[in-house]
């Protein structure tokens, strides 16, 4: 029997963006610092570019419970889509609310540009 | 001051009068105690005490003319013979008699050594070689009581033998053939000999000075005591020129004994040193005048007829030699009585000058002699159709400006520092408000911006999303969010390197900028737009108090730049200044005085004070007193408030005074220089004098009358 033989092709591009997405996003995130005492803002000039917030749903109670560090990095990719690089995280919280989650984590911060 | 100065003269008249009184007459008995070396000390009975009061009243001679008892009563304590304590001294000592006439007992003179005593005239027969004395002392000469144990009072009482007061002054010459020393005479002395014992004397100098002295207290009282202190001075003054100008009483000249006897020298080794020649007549060691010296030469060991006072000063040598005849022939010159009065004067006219507005005495009293112009005007126009004088009345109403001086004065307050609304400027066109001040304005922005920021009750935190802001406003931390700003006003306002330093460093680390001029640069291009710098309260504190230091330095040393261009005036115009640094306008004065103000509401107060006070109603009413343009073209006028009549007696009484003071350091001045001269010379012509009568005067004239 003889099998086809295919000559190496490079990994499909999409896949690779897809993983390089997924990577960028990653970094993007991580270059966001976070920040919870408006204290450790002092020396360090900012702006404010809004306010920023990250979820992570439980549809139901079977679901996988709701992840708080899900929430908050979905926070700093949304901080990072604004090109801040800092966050001050105002609350973190897992709440139970009667809409389509059965509960969820929610995050909210101000996204903040601070001059390195 | 003048009450001290009154206080200070009356002291020193207490001084002179215990000094002369008391102190001196002690001196001299305790000399004369010391002298006489008594062994024994009893004090007196009373018996012996009657005595002797009774002995030496009656010895009080009796006043004949009315004018010898007038000034006997003047001069009661100086003639009465009294008794000086009540204590008898014992002692030994031989007593020299020089008996003048048998016939008058009296007039014999007895001496223990160069020591004057009384000695009763009832004692002469008791006198032995050496003699048991005892006596009293009185404040003329001793008066011996007891001789050799005979009780003189006693035996004078018993024998009441009453003593013919010598009325006559018969002298008689006693024949002495051995080298006793006679008495020949006895005289008073001359009016010349007196004044040469007082040639030096200045006290009537010093006593019309302090006289003058308390003509000057009299112009510093209230003018209520003025004519009475006046009074006093010239109570002082007159009796003090009388006392200068009349003959000297009787009762002050002494007695010149006038004696013959044998000159012998007694210097140590007998070399006879012209300068310091001692020589004695018997045993009274006798003060010649100096320059006699080189004309008694050929009368020392020969028998010569001099004049002596009590204190043994020869007044008169032989035919020739006599003060009195140089005092006659070369008058004396008291130049020390002149120059103290005229340095007395000078003094008082330095202190009056100093202390007393005398040019504004002066200047009044003139122009209330001259008749005055009143001026009155409401309006600057009307005011240069006059020709001011001083001395005119002048009335002005307007608006004016209050001065800025150059110079505070020490010695006087100012209600409107920086003004001075005692002198006002007057011309057309003055605004009340003040020129502009950019260095102000850059201040007042960066204040405005930080406190803006700053300030913790109402930090503005509207840029802020809600949360954010939120946050922040939970946390306490202050919010810069136009940090921007802050650098760009900062940089306007330190525009120098030098400038604000500190501040400048704490907005490069707020930043955590490179440096300074990186930072404005930013801030210029935008680049620090919509940055936001989050403080710690204290932090934030120590930014306002950078800002504020920074801010409060080119504040103050704007506000005195501009109180410095105040005080220049316009060109032209008319300064009006009140002589008596009274206020012109009728302001309400600040609570505080400007420069005690904080630095940084200075230049606030400044403004509101000078919108006062650069167009404020004046009015003026006076009299000229002085009249000055300055190189601006600006006519400065010292008015003098309207003396009434109590003022204008003292100006006019300030005037006279001056110009007699002047008139006595001039006159003084030229006299002392004048006799001053002539003293010098005095003493040259008075031997020229002599050498020329000894060489006219014939060999018989020199020989003593037999």
């Known amino acids: ?116 | 001051m003048s009450v001290l100065i009154f206080l200070l003269l009356v002291l020193l008249f207490c001084v002179l009068f215990i000094w002369t009184k008391i102190l001196l007459p002690k001196k001299h008995l305790r000399s004369q105690h010391q002298e006489l070396n008594a062994h024994h000390q009893r004090p007196l009975t009373d018996a012996e005490l009657t005595l002797c009061r009774t002995y030496l009243a009656q010895r009080q001679r009796s006043p004949i003319s009315f004018t010898e008892r007038l000034l006997s009563k003047l001069n009661l304590a100086r003639n009465t013979c009294t008794l000086r304590d009540k204590s008898v001294y014992t002692l030994n000592h031989s007593i020299t008699h020089y008996s003048l006439s048998t016939s008058v007992p009296e007039l014999n003179r007895y001496y223990l050594d160069a020591i004057e005593i009384h000695l009763p005239p009832n004692g002469q027969p008791f006198i032995t070689a050496d003699n048991t004395i005892e006596l009293v002392y009185t404040n003329q000469s001793p008066l011996v009581i007891t001789l050799n144990g005979h009780h003189l009072l006693d035996d004078l009482n018993s024998s009441s033998t009453q003593i013919p007061p010598s009325t006559t002054t018969d002298t008689s010459i006693r024949k002495e053939t051995s080298e006793r020393v006679a008495i020949l005479n006895v005289r008073r002395q001359t009016v010349e000999e007196y004044a040469l014992t007082h040639a030096n004397n200045i006290s009537e100098a010093l006593i019309l000075c302090c006289a003058l002295l308390l003509i000057f207290c009299s112009l510093l009282t209230p003018l209520k005591f003025m004519p009475w202190i006046l009074l006093a001075s010239f109570l002082i003054i007159l009796p003090c020129l009388w006392l200068m100008y009349r003959r000297p009483p009787r009762g002050h000249l002494q007695e010149i004994r006038t004696m013959r006897g044998r000159l012998r020298p007694w210097g140590l080794f007998g070399e006879a040193n012209p300068k310091q020649q001692n020589l004695s007549l018997g045993i009274l060691d006798l003060h010649y005048p100096e320059h006699w010296y080189p004309y008694i030469q050929k009368d020392i060991g020969q028998e010569t007829i001099i004049e002596v006072d009590e204190q043994n000063r020869v007044v008169q040598h032989g035919p020739l030699l006599s003060l009195t005849h140089e005092v006659k022939k070369f008058p004396l010159q008291n130049w020390r009585h002149n120059l103290t009065l005229a340095v007395g004067s000078l003094l008082i006219l330095i202190m009056t000058t100093s202390w007393l507005p005398t040019g504004i005495s002066f200047k009044i009293a003139l122009a209330r002699l001259q008749g005055e112009q009143r001026v009155t005007v409401t309006d600057i126009d009307q005011l240069t159709q006059h020709t001011l004088h001083v001395g005119d009345v002048i009335d002005i109403k307007g608006s004016g400006r209050c001065i800025v001086p150059q110079t505070y004065q020490s010695n006087r307050t100012y209600d409107f520092l920086p003004f001075d609304c005692s002198a006002i400027y007057w011309n057309t066109h003055l605004s009340n408000t003040l020129p502009p001040s950019p260095i102000i304005e850059k201040t007042q922005a960066l204040l405005a911006t930080t406190s803006r920021q700053l300030d913790p009750d109402n930090n503005d935190l509207k840029g802020l999303n809600p949360q954010l802001a939120s946050a922040i406003q939970k946390s306490g931390m202050i919010l810069l969010n136009n940090f921007s700003d802050i650098v760009l006003k900062t940089a306007q306002l330190c525009a120098t390197s030098q400038d604000c330093p500190r501040l400048k460093s704490a907005l490069v680390n707020l930043e955590n900028a490179k440096d300074w001029p990186m930072l404005v640069e930013q801030a210029k291009s935008g680049k620090l737009d919509g940055l936001n710098v989050l403080l710690r309260p204290n932090s934030a504190q120590n930014l306002t108090n950078l800002v504020n230091v920074a801010t409060t330095t080119f504040m103050s040393k704007e506000t005195r730049k501009m109180v410095e261009t105040l005080s220049h005036l316009p060109r032209n115009g008319y300064l009006f200044i009140n002589g008596q640094g009274q206020l012109l306008v009728d302001q309400e004065q600040p609570e505080t005085s400007l420069f005690d103000l904080e630095p940084a509401t200075q230049w606030k107060e400044l403004q509101r004070i000078s919108a006062q006070l650069l167009n404020t109603p004046f009015s003026l009413s006076g009299i000229i007193t002085s009249l000055q343009r300055d190189d601006q073209g600006t006519l400065h006028v010292v008015v003098h408030q309207q003396p009434n009549t109590h003022a204008l007696w003292r100006y006019v009484v300030t005037t006279l005074f001056l110009v007699c003071l002047i008139v006595l350091i001039v006159a003084n001045t030229l006299l002392g220089i004048h006799r001053l001269r002539s003293n010098f010379s005095r003493y040259p012509r008075i031997k020229q004098d002599y050498e020329a009568s000894l060489s006219e005067a014939s060999p018989l004239l020199l020989r003593p009358k037999e």
């Open chain 1, 1 to 116: 029997c003889t099998t086809a033989y295919k000559p190496v092709e490079p990994f499909p591009e999409k896949n690779l963006t897809q993983n390089h997405d997924r990577v960028h996003k990653m970094h993007r995130a991580s270059s966001v610092q976070l920040y919870t005492d408006p204290a450790d803002l002092i020396n360090k000039p900012f702006r404010d570019l809004g306010e920023v917030s990250g979820e992570d749903c439980q549809a139901s109670i079977q679901n996988s419970p709701a992840n708080l560090s899900i929430a908050r990095k979905r926070m700093q990719l949304k901080a990072a889509t604004l090109k801040a690089n800092a966050i001050l995280v105002h609350q973190c919280e897992v709440i139970t609310t009667n809409s389509v989650c059965y509960r969820e984590a929610v995050c909210q911060g101000s996204a903040l540009k601070v001059t390195q």
